[in-house]
């Protein structure tokens, strides 16, 4: 059942919230023991929350249109009195005393928060291999991984765990993972969603978004948390979500452009999967057969948009995580001094992954290198939003797959770091200009994994995404 269905049957009393609930959680019982989507089920705080929908609905008021309605959040969302790993040994122990802006506007809206889920250690990477607390498994094929970094919020929404998953997204990391699970996923445009209670990977990246098993479903989702805020101060202070009021709108007339270095085109970047690339060229097709107008168009440095990302996220990184010292949140290892202790407790807390980024980060950022690596990364972030914004004057739209390859086998990529890093080369670009996309599935690699077609849009046209994502879903066959 879909959310959008599960919350009209809640809020017109054919069905319980406690009874939809019920039937999640037996779902997670029965299968994620091996998937491992989740680090905690919030089974009790469920139960009260979903007690205390039924009983707003028992009194005649309406609790919402997420009435009942079971969601997972990616641990990098701080709840109130509830555990916050981000997937780290560094945050053991730690309770946040607030909760994330978006986790009170889901509950306002009536969302059950069923627990939180799996990811690579503070957001960094792309399988869900990276957690401290083991990897997460794809659920349409348990040998792969799911994506990341917000695998176990992806496979949660795969596997009918929840309808609806919150992730975060600094380079792909809610695309992609949606792409690999065969679900739909969307980062919005920096800015329209709070990011308070986020726990910070790069701060002028990192943005949250919604996972859900159809366009319209995070459609809904989208307009509950987007809004402004006056606790973020990068929230866009007018910001109106009309995903909802986009989907039915059609692509008749509309202009998309399909971005040669990002979909194997005349100067591609490599490493793009044939069956990913035919994929994306039958997406076009069928937008072209509703009526949109197709264009090639060149962003050529958009193919520098990995070598930029790999220097500002790490940079950000490494400032962002310097609070982590033994002394404030979780982890303390005790040593004869400050120094030795702070020492310990990150040598013992961070993973290698997350000691890697911390070290390319501190390092671009040193005085005698500055200019050269996090100058220069500067520069093509600029240069970005100029090919992008150029381009925008001719299309309306972009299309490129959302992903280079299907979901690849465990362990195939942990001891290559680039490798693993080029998983990205297609979703970096919007993270660097801030503006929205989503990823939709589009049929299924040679492999009989599902493929993600990734559709961009201009910064604020949020609502474009899901106008033409829905056009691509029902192409490709409608709702799973
Ligand atoms: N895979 C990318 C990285 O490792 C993006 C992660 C993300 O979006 N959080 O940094």
Redo the contacts with the bound molecule.
């Keep these: 059942m879909s959310a959008g269905a599960i919350a009209a049957a809640v809020r017109s009393g054919q069905r319980t919230a406690v009874d939809v609930l019920d039937e999640h959680l037996a779902r997670i019982s029965a299968r994620d023991e091996e998937i491992h989507a989740f680090n905690l089920v919030t089974a009790d705080e469920a139960r009260a929350q979903a007690e205390a929908v039924d009983a707003a609905v028992a009194a005649g008021d309406d609790p919402g249109p997420l009435a009942g309605v079971p969601l997972a959040l990616k641990d990098n969302m701080c709840t109130r009195g509830i555990p916050t790993t981000c997937s780290s040994k560094i945050l053991e122990g730690w309770r946040p005393p607030y909760d994330a802006t978006v986790v009170n506007r889901l509950r306002d809206a009536g969302a059950v928060v069923v627990g939180k889920t799996n990811l ?1 250690e503070f ?4 399988s869900t291999e990276n957690s401290a607390f083991g990897p997460t498994r794809n659920p349409l094929d348990p040998t792969r991984v799911p994506g ?3 695998g176990g919020s992806a496979a949660s929404v795969a596997a009918g765990f929840a309808p609806l998953a919150i992730g ?7 695309r ?1 993972p949606a792409a690999f699970c065969g679900i739909v996923g969307m980062k919005p445009t920096y800015g329209a969603v709070s990011r308070y209670g986020l726990i910070a ?2 701060s002028s ?2 943005q949250i978004g919604p996972f859900a098993t159809d366009v319209a479903d995070a459609a809904l989702m989208f307009d509950v948390i987007a809004g402004h805020d006056p606790l973020d101060s990068t929230s866009i202070a007018d910001f109106a979500p009309q995903a909802t009021a986009s989907l039915d709108r059609g692509v008749d007339g509309l202009r998309v452009g399909v971005v040669r270095e990002l979909s194997g085109g005349e100067g591609s970047v490599e490493g793009l999967s044939p069956d990913v690339v035919a994929r994306t060229g039958e997406a076009v097709e069928a937008l072209a057969a509703a009526g949109a107008t197709i264009s090639e168009v060149s962003v050529p440095s958009s193919t520098l948009g990995l070598s930029a ?2 220097l500002v ?1 790490p940079a950000e990184a490494s400032s962002n995580l310097a609070r982590y010292d033994g002394v404030r949140y979780g982890l303390r290892v005790d040593a004869p001094t400050t120094g030795e202790m702070n020492t310990a407790s990150r040598t013992a807390g961070f993973g290698a ?1 997350v000691k890697r ?1 911390i070290m390319l980060g501190t390092y671009a950022l040193s005085a005698g290198y500055y200019d050269a690596f996090y100058g220069k990364a500067l520069k093509v972030r600029t240069m970005m939003m100029r090919d992008f914004a150029a381009v925008y004057e001719q299309v309306d739209v972009l299309i490129t797959p959302t992903a280079p390859t299907t979901a690849f086998p465990l362990g195939e990529r942990t001891t290559d770091p680039m490798a ?2 080029v ?2 080369v297609c ?2 670009p919007s ?1 660097l200009t801030g503006h929205p996309a989503i990823s939709v599935p589009f049929g299924t690699g040679d492999d009989g994994l599902p493929v993600g077609v990734q559709v961009l849009a201009p910064a604020l046209d949020d609502g474009l995404t899901f106008q033409v994502g829905a056009v691509l879903e029902a192409a490709a066959g409608g709702a799973r």
């Design positions: 690579d957001a960094m990477g792309s990341g970094s917000s975060s997204d600094t380079g792909g990391s809610i992609q990977f790069a990246l990192d990302y790999y996220a992954e980024r693993m890093y998983n990205d979703t970096i993270n």
